[in-house]
């Protein structure tokens, strides 16, 4: 995951309400040569958050496709079931016809009706042949609704395949992008000697530390605040992951991406959450950040493209991008969007101790200078 710059809170705030189209101009002003060290950082930036953003657009897709799927089977397996129906439906009507045909359908009982000598006799007759005509009009209504069940199921089987053949589609075209902006990145960093790779990660971490401090001290995170059970839970899951590699497209148990780490991590503490940055940015109520508190997840960038859990103490737990590992990092090290909580409803505990970070949970650029993923990595 790309790390960013927050170049001071009321510049954050003011691009941020001056809404998409002064973020996208912010986005494409003219960069700085980019054979100097912060020109080499704005193009691997650049280039990171292109890969994040298509990356949550293949997320995006991808549970698009596996809902589509689940739909298709329950749609089959009713087919299947209507099938069934509409075949005992038409044993039904053939067994209706050979008793007519052999003489024993309501025309017989009629005929006996009127030959009948006995009136009792003839009333039971008479009985016999309403329900027999009852019993013939059921056989040919449901017959009737089989087939129509059975038809319109069979449309919506095909709808749902031509859907599922659509998704899986876009799913590879996203796969596409997502390699050839890894395959940009990677080339960079290969044409970058040592010195230029220190430099560079030097210069994100001075950088960070700059608008780390501008954040704390205007005071916009607020005092200390306590997780709801939810959110400590959460967050234990996410920092037992720590330092394992990210992947775009993965959910543990052993690689994630960073809307990977959030949705398992609540998913963990019960609470359902969805599966893209930018679905958890839209449908999960939002918080200000002088209310921010542990468990809490810290959205980033104006398209919403990265997302971590916060921590406390103006630090986020997240998995970064490809190159790097789960790790903790200051909250401002990414362009702040804003933060959301996905248990709005729970109560802030009375006493909390913070889970125990491991060693070396810090380390690391959030750039990952180090490397990057294969582009061909295959995600599951």
Avoid at 82 to 97: F, K, T
Avoid at 144 to 155: G, V
Avoid at 194 to 206: D, F, G, T, V
Avoid at 244 to 262: F, I, M
Wanted: glycine share 8%.
């Amino acid at each position: 995951m790309l790390t960013g710059v927050l170049t001071g809170v009321l510049a954050t705030v003011t691009t941020l309400a001056a809404g998409p189209a002064a973020a996208t101009a912010a986005a494409t002003a003219p960069a700085e040569p980019t054979d100097s060290v912060s020109g080499l950082l704005t193009r691997l930036r650049t280039l990171y958050q292109e890969t994040e953003r298509a990356a949550e657009a293949y997320n995006a897709a991808d549970e698009a496709l596996r809902k589509q799927t689940a739909d298709t089977r329950r749609t089959d397996a009713e087919l299947t079931t209507a099938r069934r129906a509409l075949e005992r439906g038409r044993d039904e009507a053939g067994l209706l016809a050979r008793k007519q045909y052999q003489g024993r359908s309501e025309l017989s009982p009629y005929l006996g009706l009127l030959l009948a000598p006995d009136p009792r006799r003839a009333l039971d007759q008479e009985h016999l042949l309403a329900r027999a005509a009852r019993e013939r009009a059921g056989v040919v209504t449901r017959l009737q609704t089989a087939e129509k069940k059975a038809d319109a199921l069979a449309t919506a089987s095909r709808k749902a395949l031509d859907r599922r053949k659509a998704l899986l589609a876009g799913l590879r075209k996203q796969q596409d992008t997502v390699r050839t902006r890894l395959g940009e990145v990677e080339r960079l960093l290969a044409s970058l000697t040592a010195e230029q790779l220190a430099r560079l990660a030097s210069l994100e971490k001075a950088q960070t530390a700059g608008a780390q401090s501008q954040l704390l001290g205007s005071g916009a995170l607020g005092g200390p605040r306590t997780p709801t059970a939810a959110g400590a839970e959460a967050l234990r899951f996410a920092v037992r992951q720590i330092g394992k590699p990210y992947e775009w497209g993965a959910e543990g148990p052993d690689t994630y991406d960073c809307s990977g780490l959030t949705q398992q991590a609540w998913a963990a503490a019960g609470r359902e959450v969805p599966r893209t940055s930018q679905e958890q940015w839209a449908t999960l109520p939002r918080v200000p950040l002088d209310r921010l508190r542990p468990g809490d997840l810290v959205v980033y960038f104006p398209e919403a493209t990265h997302v971590a859990l916060y921590l406390g103490d103006g630090r986020v737990v997240h998995a970064p991008r490809p190159g790097a590992r789960v790790k903790v990092s200051p909250i401002a090290a990414n362009p702040l969007l804003g933060a959301v909580r996905p248990d709005p409803d729970g109560g802030p505990l009375k006493t909390y101790t913070p889970p125990e970070l491991p060693e070396g949970a810090t380390d690391g650029a959030d750039e990952g200078f180090g490397g990057t993923q294969p582009a061909d990595t295959e995600a599951r």
